[in-house]
């Protein structure tokens, strides 16, 4: 990936998410299962929750005057009547845990003292409860594509109830509730009843993260997904290497980041993948890892012999190297086993391939790859060898049934199976 490729993609990302913001009013045009109309009784209060309370602001909220207060320990955020998911289900329980402190933790005061006698106290909101209603409610699952976000959240006293399909939708809705929880001037926690039907537009929302170029310390990372939580994305795409350095520490290969991270203090061991992992899981965030080929792959060659192509000048070898070697099929020995460790690391159903930013200049010096190429019968069109290269690597993880994203040069090069690949990835515009 290109650093043009990144800047525009951190720029634009959140431009299209902002301008196309979920309305405010508009009527429902996706329901899950259950989730019913609001009470026909209502009327919208206009400024009752001013609209920059909440983000992303829903598909459908209506709000009433009223407010309800929330008293930090009585309240509770439990599951409720006919929920498929139970105490057991760690991933609430965790969930519980965590807003209960966004709430109410993290308070300008920590002692909350009584209002005046002459206010009057708003009715008390005693709980929450959180009812999941798939049949298997995903508690130890990982999100995917296809995961169900949609939630229906109702503030009424004394019980307010946040219905979900899945626990994917359950999390949104509970960050919602949370947002709409805040400080009176007396220091009680308020909420203004309120009735939110909620499904994201877009069941692709994610944010790239460059560890390569910038190593990231483990904490900066997980800081990252708890604010991409707050903002209710939901794929972290992770850009673990390219050229300038190689921190993921392979399990299959450890000398690729012995020598090629920056040092090895800047790495991210076994252990540390599987917490993220597992952190953004807890979160609804998928994680999909990027490992960029047969570009960008600098600190590839650094801890792996023969794997990058020796570059020439006046038919003698300059020292330097190019792109991965695609003529050798010690490359695609290498590829195979180590994207076989990729994919059962992570757990995502899709792994992204790059392709993109190939500069063919250090293959066209190289006599083997010229030799090659004439008995190919691909000419001087080094994209065809790009295309065969890469065509290698999709049938590699194809066949650890993993999807394949790649950047859009790989369909600008005709590659063989770009086609085929159209129905069963995803493209992204570099």
């Not at 955020?77 to 329980?93: E, P």
């Not at 993290?106 to 206010?119: E, F, G, I, Q």
């Not at 090895?264 to 990027?290: F, K, M, Q, S, W």
């Not at 065509?391 to 590659?415: M, P, T």
Request: charged content about 20%; some cysteine.
């Amino acid at each position: 990936m290109g650093l043009v490729g990144l800047l525009l993609g951190l720029v634009l990302v959140p431009a299209v998410l902002v301008s196309t913001s979920l309305r405010h009013g508009a009527p429902r045009t996706e329901a899950g299962p259950g989730l019913g109309p609001s009470p026909a009784d209502w009327e919208l209060a206009a400024g009752a929750v001013p609209e920059d309370s909440l983000w992303p602001l829903p598909q459908w909220l209506r709000t009433s005057s009223r407010q309800l207060q929330l008293a930090p320990g009585r309240f509770q955020l439990v599951h409720g009547a006919g929920s498929s998911a139970r105490a057991g289900c760690g991933l609430l329980q965790d969930a519980f845990r965590r807003y209960y402190e966004y709430m109410f933790g993290h308070s300008r005061r920590r002692r909350w003292s009584r209002r005046p006698l002459s206010a009057r106290a708003e009715p008390e909101l005693s709980e929450l409860q959180v009812v999941i209603e798939a049949p298997d409610p995903g508690c130890d699952s990982y999100p995917h594509l296809g995961s169900s976000e949609a939630y229906q959240l109702t503030v009424t006293e004394p019980v307010a109830i946040l219905k979900a399909y899945e626990v994917w939708g359950a999390l949104r809705g509970l960050e919602t509730f949370s947002q709409l929880v805040h400080e009176g001037d007396y220091g009680s926690f308020l909420v203004n009843e309120s009735e939110i039907n909620d499904f994201p537009r877009f069941a692709h929302r994610g944010i790239l993260l460059d560890t390569s170029r910038h190593y990231l310390p483990l904490k900066s990372i997980l800081t990252n997904l708890d604010a991409m939580a707050f903002n209710k994305f939901n794929v972290l795409h992770w850009h673990i290497v390219d050229d300038q350095s190689f921190p993921y520490q392979s399990i299959y290969f450890p000398e690729l980041s012995d020598k090629g991270a920056y040092s090895c203090n800047l790495i991210y061991t076994p252990a540390d993948v599987r917490l993220v992992i597992e952190y953004a899981r807890l979160r609804g965030i998928r994680v999909i890892p990027e490992f960029d080929t047969p570009g960008h792959t600098q600190s590839w060659g650094k801890g792996q012999k023969d794997l990058l192509t020796p570059c020439y000048n006046g038919g003698q070898p300059t020292g330097s190297f190019g792109p991965v070697n695609p003529i050798l099929n010690t490359t695609y020995d290498f590829m195979t086993k180590f994207f076989k460790e990729i994919s059962s690391v992570f757990p995502d159903a899709y792994i992204h391939l790059g392709g993109d930013e190939v500069d063919f200049s250090c293959w066209k010096s190289n006599p083997e790859v010229k030799e090659f190429m004439k008995k190919q019968g691909f000419g001087s069109d080094y994209a065809k060898l790009e295309s065969y290269y890469i065509q290698k690597i999709l049938d590699i993880v194809s066949s650890y049934n993993k999807g394949q994203i790649i950047w859009q040069e790989v369909f600008d090069h005709k590659a063989q199976g770009a086609g085929q690949l159209m129905t069963a990835a995803l493209v992204v515009l570099a």
